[in-house]
C-alpha cells in the first residue's frame, strides 16, 4: 500500500466515524420551541396556576414565559373567576399597580388571589385568598366536634337528608352525619389528602356505604341534591359562593356555616348560636335557609 492510498484510507474512516458520533448525539433542542413545550413532549406533567379575582374589579393581565411576558396576549379576570392556566415551569404575571408595571414569578401547582392591599391597590398573593396557608377556599382548620354536633343539630339532619360538606377536611361532617342519623352526604376538597383522610375515617366509622368524599373544585361541583350544606370557609368564599348557592340549591335547604356569616344572606337567616369548645374558644353559628 502506498503512502498516498494510507492517508485516503485513514481520511475516510475518520469521516465515517465523524458522521456516526453526529447521527447519534442528540440533536440540540430547537430555539423556536419554547422550554414549557419541551418540557410536555418529554412527558413533563402540566400543573394548574390558578389565579382568583377577589376584588370588586375586572383586572388586566399578562402571564407568560419568563423573558418574553410582554409577548402574551392581554387577559381580563372578571370579579369571582378563577383563571386555571396550565403550566410546566415558572410563569411571569404582569399587570399594573400604582401606575406602574410590576412583574412575579407564578409557580405550577400554586393557588394566587389578586385582592387590595393596605392602600386599596390590586395587588397578587400567594393563596387563593391571599392566604399561603388557604390552598383555596379556606385554611384546613378541624371544627371542635362539639360545633360539629350542634350544627348538625341546628340542621336538623335526619336519615332522608343529603349532607354535602364544601371544603370537608378530614370528613367529620358528613361522617357524623351518617353515624348519628343515618343521613347520607357528600364531601368536597380540593386537597387530596383530605380526600385520603376522609375516605379511611369513612371506612374506619363502617359508613363507606353512606358517603362520598370528591376532590373538585367548589366553584365547579354540582350541590343541587343537597338537602343540607355546611361550610366553614373565609368571609370571601362565602361571598364568592353566594350566586352559586342561590343557583342550584333547592328552595327549603338549609345552610348552616362555622364562625363567618354569608353576606347578603341577612333575610335567610334563621337562627344563630354560639358554642364554646373544651379550650375555652367560643365558636359562632349561622343557620340559613334557601
Known amino acids: 500500500m502506498t503512502r498516498k492510498t494510507a492517508i485516503l484510507l485513514t481520511v475516510i474512516v475518520l469521516g465515517i466515524a465523524v458522521g456516526a458520533v453526529l447521527l447519534l448525539s442528540p440533536r ?35 402571564i407568560g414565559p419568563v423573558g418574553a411576558v410582554d409577548k402574551s396576549p392581554e387577559r381580563t379576570l372578571a370579579v369571582g373567576v378563577v383563571d386555571r392556566i396550565p403550566a410546566t415551569e415558572t410563569l411571569v404575571i404582569s399587570y399594573m399597580k400604582h401606575n406602574t408595571e410590576v412583574n412575579y414569578s407564578l409557580y405550577p401547582g400554586k393557588a394566587y388571589s389578586f385582592r387590595y392591599d393596605s392602600y386599596g391597590q390590586i395587588d397578587i398573593w400567594v393563596g387563593a385568598h391571599g392566604r399561603e396557608d388557604a390552598v383555596d377556599l ?44 343515618g343521613a347520607r352526604g357528600v364531601g368536597i376538597d380540593i386537597d387530596p389528602q383530605r380526600i385520603r383522610e376522609s375516605r379511611a375515617n369513612a ?34 368564599s362565602n361571598e364568592l359562593l353566594r350566586p352559586k348557592f342561590e343557583k342550584e ?18 333575610d335567610k ?13 367560643e365558636h359562632s353559628i349561622f343557620l340559613y335557609k334557601k
Open 28 to 62: 440540540p433542542k430547537d430555539a423556536s420551541v419554547s422550554d414549557s413545550e419541551a418540557r410536555q413532549a418529554e412527558g413533563v406533567k402540566a400543573k394548574e396556576i390558578t389565579i382568583r379575582n377577589v376584588t370588586k374589579d375586572v383586572v388586566t393581565y399578562k
Open 138 to 181: 379556606a385554611p384546613y382548620v378541624p371544627t371542635p366536634e362539639a360545633v360539629v354536633a350542634r350544627m348538625l343539630e341546628m340542621a336538623k339532619v335526619g336519615k332522608d337528608s343529603v349532607v354535602y360538606d364544601i371544603g370537608c377536611g378530614d370528613g367529620r361532617f358528613i361522617i357524623a352525619a351518617a353515624e348519628r342519623y
Open 203 to 236: 371506612k374506619a366509622a363502617g359508613v363507606e356505604d353512606r358517603v362520598k368524599f370528591r376532590q373538585e373544585d367548589a366553584t365547579r361541583v354540582d350541590i343541587s341534591e343537597a338537602t343540607v350544606l355546611t361550610i366553614y370557609l373565609l368571609p370571601e
Open 249 to 266: 340549591l333547592k328552595p327549603g335547604v338549609l345552610v348552616v356555616s362555622h364562625n363567618y356569616e354569608i353576606p347578603g344572606w341577612k
Open 269 to 281: 337567616e334563621i337562627s344563630t348560636d354560639t358554642v364554646t369548645d373544651p379550650d375555652g374558644k
